[in-house]
């Protein structure tokens, strides 16, 4: 069985500021790992995923995760915040390609201006 | 390019009714995926299809069904309505067959189903 955790349901971040959201999983075999951004009542976006290839990831929109099986982490980041990154964010966890995502409890990210 | 379509965007139902939740997958996709997301929760995986058969199944209460059939769109009906079915419904599709499976599931806009 796998399972995600994510450190902080609210996260808030000035401007400009360093947005860093934790995701700690937990998985019996090497895990896929997805990032998802949800803005108010829209569905889930992708944002990036580790597939077991590089372990730093780029996603879109200037986000980066890095992936230390070490720790069992796979923490999301952004140098700069943008007022248009205030969203709720979810980390996810699959077991192989095509089988179901895990998520996490979701970080509600606040930007202020 | 395409997206999962789901319909219809909202619903609102009484007690003891029955509700049906449809999703069109992207094309070629052969996986649908249904999770359902509470109010401040985060999604919770309810079943899959992958060709047409229930590939995997989750904490679906037993008052719902859910087929894929031949096009691949997907169905999930919902019977005896309770409050607390009110929910964000969302579908999701991917290509999973051996050997040219993706990794990533591509999610529709949801159906948000409030029950009253």
């Known amino acids: 069985a796998q399972s995600v955790t994510q450190l902080g349901s609210h996260v808030s971040v000035s401007e400009g500021a360093l947005v860093l959201l934790r995701c700690n999983y937990s998985s019996s075999v090497p895990p896929y790992l997805f990032w998802y951004v949800q803005y108010p009542n829209q569905g889930l976006q992708l944002l990036l995923k580790y597939t077991s290839a590089a372990t730093l990831v780029k996603g879109i929109n200037g986000f980066e995760a890095e992936f230390k099986k070490s720790e069992t982490s796979f923490h999301l980041t952004k140098p700069s915040a943008h007022m248009s990154d205030a969203a709720e964010y979810f980390c996810?966890?699959?077991?192989?390609?095509?089988?179901?995502?895990?998520f996490g409890g979701g970080t509600r990210v606040l930007v202020k201006p | 390019a395409a997206g999962v379509i789901q319909s219809p965007r909202h619903l609102i139902k009484e007690k003891r009714e029955t509700a049906t939740l449809k999703c069109y997958p992207i094309p070629r996709h052969d996986t649908v995926y249904w999770y359902q997301q509470g109010p401040g929760q985060d999604p919770q995986f309810l079943i899959s299809f992958y060709e047409k058969m229930q590939s995997d199944k989750g904490s679906i209460p037993d008052r719902f069904s859910a087929q894929q059939f031949s096009d691949y769109h997907s169905e999930l009906n919902m019977s005896s309505l309770e409050l607390g079915d009110s929910a964000l419904y969302f579908c999701a599709s991917s290509l999973a067959g051996p050997g040219r499976a993706q990794t990533e599931a591509f999610f529709g806009q949801g159906t948000r189903l409030t029950v009253v």
């Open positions: 996810a966890v699959s077991v192989a390609a095509g089988n179901k995502l895990t």
